[in-house]
């Protein structure tokens, strides 16, 4: 089982295949189910001093119905109140939970769907920061390693009183209902900014006319996914705009999960299908994972005629480019400190985003908890931190959120589309042109495929590219990394003389992510399990490139990552192949 602040996740189906639609767990994982949730409910009591108030939900993988009940089970043996949801978002539960002292959420995310997991947290609207989680799996692993382990794994899901587990499933749809009441809500401060409603009312104002004025329809691949069962449609529909949903039955997963390359054709199919109706209104679609955190986005571009998929990274750079120009309208002229958090991989293209709006940006180690912990660091400093994310991922996080979430990434461009001049005061997109030098390439009828042509231009390694996963022997990450510094070293003049004079790279600096704490300039390369990247710079100073790397805290695998300014693929292609072959003589030695 991978263990770790992400998530804990493996694969959960008896059949132990990882594309299983079984929903049976079999004997040991029912075992290690019990023990995991008595490991969480006495670090929630020891950290309360109290008996607590869970809310416990699942996304719609097979094997989530037979864990879920396993951990209700002991939760409530152990004499806590159990708020269950039955099948619900991460973003919804996240944001429910603030009611109360946590939640635990039955999900593996992205990974496929013979897989299943755990999330943790508390009622601060994220998943529990890597330190505490640690304690968790500190007293997990020291449970199984008892003797008597499968013998008490068994005891505590007998104790459960069926009278009160039964109450606890009979009060699922009153608590579904008040879950998806609190998030609508919730999710109006995340678009507006603000919780003051007449503020609110303003923004949406401008949202809906300008979709009145233009008309807009977005589809969505649901997937099969737990966003069926939340606001999606209800919610997007409130502005006026089209809502068309497609595989929205919940638990039928109708392909891979993971939000990217391929996954995403489907909804660009979709769409090129209404257009050829002639529904000229349906222009953007989305597609969730399973557990509904996570969402990238597919337009139709009308200088091809085609519909096309946008790439993680640029999805995460038009959210920061929104988002910055929108906290810049609605505080014009006030002195503001804006800064966006990331994670290390995140493309050099939000650098020169942020750059434009004055806005600083700062980076963790990949890890959702990581870049949200971070973006709390910033503020509590004194920066305004509205949007932060795993670039690297797509979607983002929205401020007072705490999670990725594809609704607030699809408002995020609606209010690209939306928010336009008016009365001597610009729009978002005008605003963005203006900032970046591009004043020239605005114009009043403009559309998302001309906001996407602004974008500061980079070729970056997509995460579910096969080349962007390596299978490493060495176990100790840090000693391979260590390795890696003394090949790349020895290799660096053969590098400078071919690729200096072809890409124009004159030096180099290191730089290490370790939770919340970048160190740039790094000489000690080895930093365990945490990110390391290099910078290529040119004559003057300037990156052009960098490269990344670093173990998976999900997957058993080495991640990699290229970045190059510009849209040199065989750049990207040359650099990546060198540091695969840099790790593999790393590797080996």
Request: one cysteine or more.
């Amino acid at each position: 089982m991978i263990l770790s602040a992400s998530g804990w996740r493996k694969v959960f189906a008896a059949d132990g295949n990882e594309e299983s639609l079984s929903g049976d767990i079999g004997s040991e994982n029912k075992i290690l189910c019990a023990l995991i949730a008595e490991s969480f409910a006495e670090y929630m009591i020891d950290r309360l001093g109290r008996m607590p108030v869970i809310v416990l939900g699942r996304d719609t993988r097979p094997t989530g119905k037979m864990i879920s009940d396993i951990a209700i089970r002991v939760l409530s043996a152990s004499g806590i109140t159990v708020k269950y949801l039955d099948i619900t978002a991460a973003p919804e539960i996240f944001c429910y939970a603030r009611n109360f002292d946590g939640f635990f959420y039955v999900s593996a995310s992205h990974n496929p769907v013979g897989h299943n997991g755990i999330k943790f947290g508390m009622n601060d609207g994220g998943v529990l920061e890597g330190y505490e989680n640690s304690k968790i799996i500190k007293n997990f692993c020291k449970k199984c390693a008892e003797v008597d382990a499968e013998k008490r794994a068994e005891d505590l899901i007998a104790r459960a009183d069926n009278l009160s587990v039964g109450e606890i499933y009979s009060s699922a749809a009153k608590n579904k209902q008040a879950a998806l009441k609190e998030y609508f809500s919730f999710m109006k401060k995340i678009i507006a900014g603000t919780e003051d409603k007449n503020s609110q009312e303003e923004v949406f104002s401008e949202i809906k006319n300008g979709i009145s004025a233009r008309r807009l329809g977005i589809v969505a691949d649901m997937n099969g996914s737990s966003r069926i069962k939340s606001i999606d449609k209800d919610f997007i529909e409130s502005f006026g705009i089209e809502f068309l949903s497609f595989n929205d039955k919940a638990g039928a997963i109708a392909h891979a999960i993971i939000p990217e390359g391929e996954n995403l054709s489907y909804c660009a199919e979709k769409i090129k299908e209404e257009q050829l109706k002639k529904r000229f209104e349906f222009t953007l679609g989305y597609m969730p994972d399973c557990d509904g955190d996570r969402g990238n986005a597919v337009y139709w571009n009308e200088r091809t005629n085609n519909a096309e998929c946008i790439p993680a990274q640029e999805v995460f750079a038009l959210c920061v480019l929104s988002e910055l120009a929108f906290s810049c309208r609605r505080s014009a002229g006030a002195e503001i400190k804006r800064a966006v958090a990331v994670n290390c991989p995140t493309s050099m293209r939000i650098n020169e985003i942020c750059a434009a709006f004055g806005a600083e940006i700062f980076r963790a180690e990949v890890g959702e908890a990581n870049v949200v912990n971070l973006a709390r660091k910033k503020r509590s400093e004194g920066y305004e931190v509205r949007i932060l994310g795993e670039g690297s991922n797509g979607g983002n996080i929205t401020y007072p959120s705490g999670v990725r979430d594809p609704v607030a990434t699809i408002f995020a461009i609606v209010k690209l589309l939306t928010i336009r001049d008016s009365e001597g005061e610009k729009g978002l997109f005008h605003l963005w042109c203006e900032k970046s030098g591009q004043e020239d390439k605005y114009k009043d009828d403009f559309t998302l495929s001309d906001i996407i042509k602004t974008l500061p231009e980079y070729c970056t390694t997509n995460v579910s590219d096969e080349r962007a996963k390596l299978n490493v022997k060495s176990n100790d990450k840090g000693a391979l990394k260590g390795r890696f510094k003394t090949v790349f070293e020895q290799e660096w003049e053969n590098f400078i003389a071919d690729f200096g004079h072809k890409y124009g790279i004159c030096g180099y600096e290191a730089d290490t992510t370790n939770g919340t704490d970048e160190l740039l300039n790094a000489q000690n390369w080895n930093n365990a399990n945490g990110g390391l990247k290099i910078r290529f710079f040119d004559k003057n100073k300037i990156p052009v490139a960098f490269i990344w790397m670093r173990p998976s805290g999900t997957e058993n695998v080495f991640r990699i990552l290229c970045d190059v300014k510009g849209n040199d693929s065989c750049m990207e292609k040359e650099l990546l192949d060198w540091e695969t072959h840099l790790i593999r003589r790393a590797d080996s030695e």
